[in-house]
């Protein structure tokens, strides 16, 4: 049996490829698309590589251990043995305890490429037509087009929205949580929910905890505060203010589930307006979005 590359499947190797050599330094800005789903992927990868660790060294104690009893050993195997059982004690209690550092780090990061995907694309969608026509005019003109520089073609997209009356698109507003901080960014450019496909209570329930928890584990030391409850009232069925949050690993499936289907469904607006590009009816299946976190997460 090949151990090594050659024994590699293809969504190990593309997940090894990618943590040798992230996609995203290859490319620059404005792939806000592929740039969300790298960083969801690279979330997922390092808590699970991270598991993994823990479960590693309380099998390496075991090895040793063994090792050490069918060979014999002096004071300094001993003090190998005592290093190697504090690690996997300290592994034990990580386990035991669900890893909450190791939730936490890895739904922050999804929070924030959502975040980002949003804002991003708004803008994108927002330039389209300028950039369309640029880019025609630079065909017609390719000699031209050699001599510009990123800086000139901002100052003329610039000068493109101002022609056109363009209005200064809105931020992520710090109040409000789950899809009300999303939805009236995302109806500038008419890529808010459509009638026929609406976001399920329990999923918008889903993004407003995880967002609000977001900010409890960034900003007030994870411990919940009234502003938590103010953005997703139903944390009050779980914390009582001021109670250390300690995401579990079912936190991290519905959470992470909820973002990645989101995320999915706000892509999804944007291509079902070309049916030659993607199905219409395509798209994430809202009413299953807790199945939308990674396999054995």
């Known amino acids: ?23 995203r330094l290859e490319r620059g800005s404005g792939a806000m698309i592929a740039d969300f789903w790298a960083a969801m992927e690279e979330a997922d990868r390092a808590r699970m590589a991270a598991i993994f660790g823990l479960h590693e060294l309380q099998r390496g ?3 040793e251990r063994e090792r050490f009893e069918a060979e014999g050993g002096d004071k300094r195997a001993e003090d190998e043995l005592q290093a190697l059982w504090e690690r996997a004690e300290l592994a034990r209690a990580e386990i035991e305890n669900d890893h909450p550092a190791f939730n936490a780090q890895a739904l922050i ?5 959502l975040d980002a995907l949003v804002e991003q694309f708004v803008e994108a969608v927002r330039d389209l037509p300028f950039l369309v026509r640029m880019k025609e005019a630079e065909e017609q003109v390719p000699e031209a087009a050699e001599i510009l520089t990123s800086e000139m ?3 003329m997209l610039e000068k493109l929205r101002e022609a056109f009356k363009v209005s200064k698109l809105e931020r992520l507003g710090r109040e409000g949580g789950g899809t009300a901080r999303y939805e009236p960014l995302l109806r500038q450019v008419a890529l808010d929910a459509p009638e026929d496909r609406s976001i399920p209570d329990d999923l918008d329930q889903a993004l407003a905890e995880i967002g609000a928890l977001r900010d409890v584990l960034i900003h007030r030391a994870g ?6 409850f103010e953005k997703a009232l139903s944390l009050r069925e779980r914390f009582e203010e001021g109670e250390l949050v300690r995401l579990t690993g079912e936190d991290f499936r519905t959470y992470s589930a ?12 944007f291509y079902r307006r070309w ?4 199905d219409p009816e395509g798209g994430p299946n809202l009413a299953n979005w807790r199945e939308y976190h990674t396999i054995n997460a």
């Open 1 to 23: 049996m090949p151990i090594g590359e050659e024994g590699l499947g293809a969504y190990a190797r593309e997940q090894l490829e990618a943590a040798r050599r992230d996609p």
């Open 61 to 63: 104690l075991r090895r």
């Open 109 to 113: 990061a999804m929070n924030s490429a």
């Open 153 to 155: 073609r901002e100052t």
């Open 223 to 228: 411990r919940v505060d009234g502003k938590a």
């Open 258 to 269: 909820a973002i990645h289907c989101f995320g999915a469904e706000v892509i999804h607006r």
């Open 275 to 278: 049916p030659d590009l993607a």
